[in-house]
């Protein structure tokens, strides 16, 4: 026993919470930005194109050519969402070169038979595996890739499809839970996928895997916008206008050094987002797809996604500003200053290493 913790230790080898929900998810959450979501602004900027053209105007050509570009780019990076997943994982596992390299196939080969979460799962195992034999050999370059390939394509297709299943069934009763129970369901889910963007975890692989849509998705992404918006809007005192733009189209993960150091300052737009949930369930019927929902405002994806699946219209774009952005500014704002007055919160409090 002693000796297969010398060797898991040597290998880097680590079975922790932090090691595959930290490191490994959030490095997914990398690959899935540099494929599927990239892929999803880039295809829809091609679409709009297209709609504000009016179609095969002839007039048009070149701009419609640009338009054809854009929509073939973003389709192809979007197919290869696995190829994606597959280096990120690898590299949150910090796998050596050639485990991280075949991992390229092996989150192809989850994502074909288990999609995102399935793509995740292959990759993890094959890139362990991996890890494990290599340069232990004089035929690292031939069993190295190989023993990463075999065991992640097993793990492909007599796991991922079940894990793949579960995340989707779960999903299901997310969003089943939230139509019966809006109100309720609204803050609940705002609250804690808004939680899990602000955390050191990708609340955007998890509604990707859960694939989160309909009301339930309305809900998250309001829970996110109100923690980066939020987070952008009263710490404005302390980093200014950088800080303004890091979070309020970047992230609000930068605040966790100083959420550990005071609690108190993730209060204004986590109970933000808990008011803006049910709005966003109850009276507005706001509404995402799942690669939008636990994006919020970062690179503008929770709002394009929320335009694909409510469509582009003057009265969305009037809830788009509302919710997303004017309701958690203002919230953020308020709960802050009470904190302020009663001295949990001051100023520095906010300050990032920028």
């Given at each position: 026993?002693?000796?297969?913790?010398a060797?898991?230790?040597?290998?880097?080898?680590?079975?922790?919470?932090?090691?595959?929900?930290q490191?490994a998810?959030?490095?997914?959450?990398?690959?899935?930005?540099?494929?599927?979501?990239?892929?999803?602004?880039i295809?829809?900027?091609?679409?709009?194109?297209?709609?504000l053209?009016?179609?095969?105007?002839?007039?048009?050509?070149?701009?419609?050519?640009?338009?054809?570009?854009?929509?073939?780019?973003?389709?192809?990076?979007?197919?290869?969402?696995?190829?994606?997943?597959?280096?990120?994982?690898?590299?949150?596992?910090?796998?050596?070169?050639?485990?991280?390299?075949?991992?390229?196939?092996?989150?192809?080969?989850?994502?074909?038979?288990?999609?995102?979460?399935g793509?995740?799962?292959?990759?993890?195992?094959?890139?362990?595996?991996g890890?494990?034999?290599?340069?232990?050999?004089?035929?690292?370059?031939?069993l190295?890739?190989?023993?990463t390939?075999?065991?992640?394509?097993?793990?492909?297709?007599?796991?991922?499809?079940?894990?793949?299943?579960?995340?989707?069934?779960?999903?299901?009763?997310?969003?089943?839970?939230?139509?019966?129970?809006?109100?309720?369901?609204?803050?609940?889910?705002?609250?804690?996928?808004?939680?899990?963007?602000?955390?050191?975890?990708s609340?955007?692989?998890?509604?990707?895997?859960?694939?989160?849509?309909?009301?339930?998705a309305?809900?998250?992404?309001v829970?996110?916008?109100?923690?980066?918006?939020?987070?952008?809007?009263?710490?404005?005192?302390?980093?200014?206008?950088?800080?303004?733009?890091?979070?309020?189209?970047?992230?609000?993960?930068?605040?966790?050094?100083?959420?550990?150091k005071?609690?108190?300052?993730?209060?204004?737009?986590?109970?933000?987002?808990?008011?803006?949930?049910?709005?966003?369930?109850?009276?507005?019927?706001?509404?995402?797809?799942?690669?939008?929902?636990?994006?919020?405002?970062?690179?503008?994806?929770g709002?394009?996604?929320?335009?694909?699946?409510?469509?582009?219209?003057?009265?969305?774009?009037?809830?788009?500003?509302?919710?997303?952005?004017?309701?958690p500014?203002?919230?953020?704002?308020?709960?802050?200053g009470?904190?302020?007055?009663?001295k949990?919160?001051?100023?520095g409090?906010?300050?990032?290493?920028?």
């Amino acid at each position: 026993m002693k000796k297969f913790k010398a060797f898991l230790k040597r290998k880097d080898i680590v079975f922790s919470t932090k090691r595959y929900l930290q490191d490994a998810l959030s490095a997914m959450a990398l690959g899935l930005f540099a494929t599927l979501l990239i892929g999803l602004i880039i295809k829809t900027m091609g679409q709009q194109t297209i709609l504000l053209i009016g179609g095969d105007d002839t007039n048009l050509t070149t701009i419609k050519a640009i338009a054809d570009f854009l929509i073939e780019t973003g389709t192809i990076a979007m197919g290869l969402m696995g190829a994606g997943i597959g280096v990120a994982v690898a590299w949150g596992l910090k796998a050596p070169p050639l485990v991280l390299f075949t991992s390229v196939v092996t989150g192809m080969m989850g994502a074909t038979f288990g999609g995102p979460a399935g793509a995740f799962v292959a990759t993890a195992v094959g890139a362990e595996f991996g890890k494990g034999i290599s340069k232990e050999t004089k035929v690292d370059i031939i069993l190295t890739p190989a023993l990463t390939l075999i065991m992640g394509m097993l793990t492909a297709k007599m796991i991922g499809p079940f894990v793949d299943a579960l995340m989707k069934g779960l999903g299901q009763l997310i969003m089943k839970a939230t139509e019966l129970q809006p109100f309720m369901f609204g803050i609940i889910i705002a609250v804690i996928v808004g939680l899990a963007l602000t955390a050191p975890i990708s609340s955007a692989a998890l509604c990707i895997m859960l694939d989160l849509t309909g009301l339930a998705a309305g809900a998250a992404t309001v829970g996110c916008c109100a923690q980066m918006v939020g987070f952008a809007v009263i710490s404005y005192r302390d980093n200014g206008i950088g800080g303004l733009l890091a979070q309020g189209l970047g992230t609000s993960m930068l605040q966790v050094p100083n959420i550990v150091k005071n609690p108190w300052i993730l209060l204004p737009p986590t109970l933000a987002g808990a008011i803006i949930g049910p709005l966003a369930t109850v009276i507005f019927k706001m509404d995402n797809i799942a690669l939008g929902a636990g994006m919020g405002t970062s690179g503008l994806v929770g709002q394009i996604g929320t335009f694909t699946a409510m469509g582009f219209s003057a009265d969305v774009l009037f809830k788009v500003i509302l919710l997303h952005v004017i309701l958690p500014a203002i919230l953020a704002l308020l709960i802050n200053g009470f904190l302020r007055k009663l001295k949990r919160i001051k100023d520095g409090d906010y300050l990032l290493d920028l």
